[in-house]
């Protein structure tokens, strides 16, 4: 009994040792083999591994393994993923890989456990950085020949060789006067926009201080015909000097006449030679500058006519033409996207404010009015939203404050709560703004151009039509468009996935 209940062991563990044989895989990832069952690559349906079968051009039968060319390190992830059931991301890889990689076995990245959620949001947090650095064009665009003229849609008339002279020019001028780090002709241009421009602010500031304007001259009194002619004496006509209205020096209204002609210039080269005028017109910082240079030659129409000096108060949108400086700034780009990207704290921290101003400024209101108060300076709840919003942004003008203890109090919380509201947000602005500066010098120190690699529909055209040189001498051609992958006649045809 005991001799045959041994045989009958053998005889068990010797089929399950065939069993098991026959239901492992063997995977040979990027030169690691890994070594598993099949029903566990079941575990999850509808992926590649799951579709496995020796018809597939990755099996070798005479290894007995799948061959593939992949990423191994993450693979050993993807593995254990099913195995466990559980997705881990690997933190020796980069999350744009992981992310390819999941997508190539035919896995979801959003599958990943939420201990390794926070690294792979971090990820694409990046990539979403990039992207806005890219739409941002802060780095200059050394791209040349057909990459330039494809921009303007010109690139089959660059291959066939039948650009004209305007499609030749149109490039250079729009490089000159919109990338001002393209080359030294667009760095000088630059500088010459950028001294008319500050220029232009400065004259736009000192013409409005007293000192440097002209009063104007009116005559006092009025003297009739017949008082002259009885006069025995001939007395001057007095003159009065009306100081409350005056105008700017001339010398200012040449200045500006000058700086306003290069600006008209600068217009006009980039209307006509940028890529996409929509997209031209589409720009704040464009319609800013077309705007102001039309504001100025309005006001000096209105000037030569003697029309009143009303209208100087459009002339107040030319200071804006200090946005224009974003464009030879990289830094002040970077600034306004912070405040873009940051919308959201932004638009919190004003609703907290609103909330406060509103019940503080009813608070104190009637705080006042509790006690006895003969210098009650609260006579409405508008004027404690003055109070309010003047108090929680820590500025304190002291032109309205409170005297009762109760409205004291109030105060005191008020000014708490204001410098609570307004801290909260700012290092969320404050890290957005390092994160976008310290992605833009990271990428400042890459190199411009790199190597190409090659993709596999080029790949296969070289192999298709490389010169093969064979044992009689000559170099034939050799067509390999079906060449199999993998050789084997004693198999049926092949198909990779």
């Known amino acids: 009994m005991i001799i045959g209940?041994?045989?009958?062991?053998?005889?068990?563990?010797?089929?399950?040792?065939?069993?098991?044989?026959?239901?492992?895989?063997?995977?040979?990832?990027?030169?690691?083999?890994?070594?598993?069952?099949?029903?566990?690559?079941?575990?999850?349906?509808?992926?590649?591994?799951?579709?496995?079968?020796?018809?597939?051009?990755?099996?070798?039968?005479?290894?007995n393994e799948y061959f593939f060319d992949r990423h191994p390190g993450v693979f050993a992830q993807i593995l254990n993923y099913y195995r466990t059931g559980k997705l881990h991301y690997p933190l020796d890889v980069c999350g744009p890989l992981f992310e390819e990689e999941l997508k190539y076995w035919g896995l979801d990245s959003n599958e990943c456990e939420p201990c390794c959620w926070m690294t792979l949001s971090g990820t694409r947090d990046t990539q979403d950085v990039l992207k806005t650095l890219d739409e941002l064009d802060i780095e200059v665009d050394q791209t040349e020949g057909p990459e330039l003229y494809k921009r303007f849609g010109w690139e089959d008339d660059y291959h066939n060789d039948?650009?004209?002279?305007?499609?030749?020019?149109?490039?250079?001028?729009?490089?000159?006067?919109?990338?001002?780090?393209?080359?030294?002709?667009?760095?000088?241009?630059?500088?010459?926009?950028?001294?008319?421009?500050?220029?232009?602010?400065?004259?736009?500031?000192?013409?409005?201080?007293?000192?440097?304007?002209?009063?104007?001259?009116?005559?006092?009194?009025?003297?009739?015909?017949?008082h002259r002619s009885t006069s025995s004496r001939i007395h001057p006509a007095q003159i009065n000097i009306d100081k409350a209205n005056s105008r700017p020096h001339p010398t200012f209204m040449y200045i500006e006449t000058i700086c306003n002609i290069w600006f008209t210039i600068e217009i006009l080269a980039r209307f006509s030679s940028c890529p996409s005028r929509f997209e031209y017109l589409r720009a704040p910082v464009n319609i800013i500058d077309i705007v102001a240079t039309l504001t100025f030659y309005i006001d000096l129409l209105s000037s030569m006519f003697g029309a009143t000096a009303d209208l100087e108060f459009f002339s107040i949108i030319r200071i804006m033409r200090l946005f224009k400086l974003t464009h030879h700034n990289s830094g002040l780009k970077i600034l306004m996207h912070t405040f873009r990207a940051s919308a959201k704290?932004?638009?919190?921290?004003?609703?907290?404010?609103?909330?406060?101003?509103?019940?503080?400024?009813?608070?104190?209101?009637?705080?006042?009015?509790?006690?006895?108060?003969?210098?009650?300076?609260?006579?409405?709840?508008?004027?404690?939203?003055?109070?309010?919003?003047?108090?929680?942004?820590?500025?304190?003008?002291?032109?309205?404050?409170?005297?009762?203890?109760?409205?004291?109090?109030?105060?005191?919380?008020?000014?708490?709560?204001?410098?609570?509201?307004?801290?909260?947000?700012?290092?969320?602005?404050?890290?957005?703004?390092?994160?976008?500066?310290?992605?833009?010098?990271?990428?400042?120190?890459?190199?411009?151009?790199?190597?190409?690699?090659?993709?596999?529909?080029?790949?296969?055209?070289?192999?298709?039509?490389?010169?093969?040189?064979?044992?009689?001498?000559?170099?034939?051609?050799?067509?390999?468009?079906?060449?199999?992958?993998?050789?084997?006649?004693?198999?049926?045809?092949?198909?990779?996935?």
């Open 162 to 226: 039948s650009l004209s002279a305007w499609q030749k020019i149109k490039p250079r001028i729009w490089r000159l006067f919109d990338e001002p780090n393209s080359s030294r002709s667009a760095q000088f241009i630059a500088a010459i926009s950028v001294f008319f421009l500050i220029t232009a602010i400065i004259v736009f500031c000192l013409k409005t201080h007293p000192g440097l304007r002209i009063p104007e001259l009116a005559p006092f009194g009025n003297f009739s015909r017949n």
């Open 5 to 63: 209940d041994k045989i009958n062991r053998d005889e068990v563990n010797n089929r399950q040792t065939v069993m098991d044989s026959e239901y492992r895989i063997i995977l040979n990832v990027g030169g690691v083999r890994h070594e598993t069952y099949k029903h566990t690559l079941k575990k999850i349906p509808a992926t590649r591994l799951s579709r496995l079968t020796t018809n597939l051009a990755n099996y070798d039968p005479v290894l």
């Open 345 to 497: 704290e932004l638009m919190l921290l004003v609703f907290f404010l609103v909330l406060g101003v509103v019940v503080f400024a009813s608070l104190v209101y009637y705080a006042e009015r509790v006690e006895s108060n003969e210098d009650n300076q609260f006579v409405s709840i508008p004027i404690g939203l003055w109070w309010a919003i003047v108090t929680m942004t820590t500025i304190g003008y002291g032109d309205i404050t409170p005297h009762t203890y109760l409205g004291r109090l109030i105060g005191s919380i008020c000014a708490l709560a204001g410098v609570l509201t307004i801290a909260l947000p700012v290092p969320v602005i404050v890290s957005n703004f390092a994160m976008f500066y310290s992605h833009t010098q990271a990428r400042s120190k890459m190199p411009k151009k790199r190597r190409g690699v090659l993709s596999m529909d080029q790949v296969a055209q070289h192999v298709k039509h490389a010169p093969v040189r064979n044992s009689n001498g000559p170099t034939q051609r050799k067509n390999m468009e079906n060449t199999p992958l993998v050789s084997n006649n004693h198999t049926p045809p092949h198909t990779l996935i």
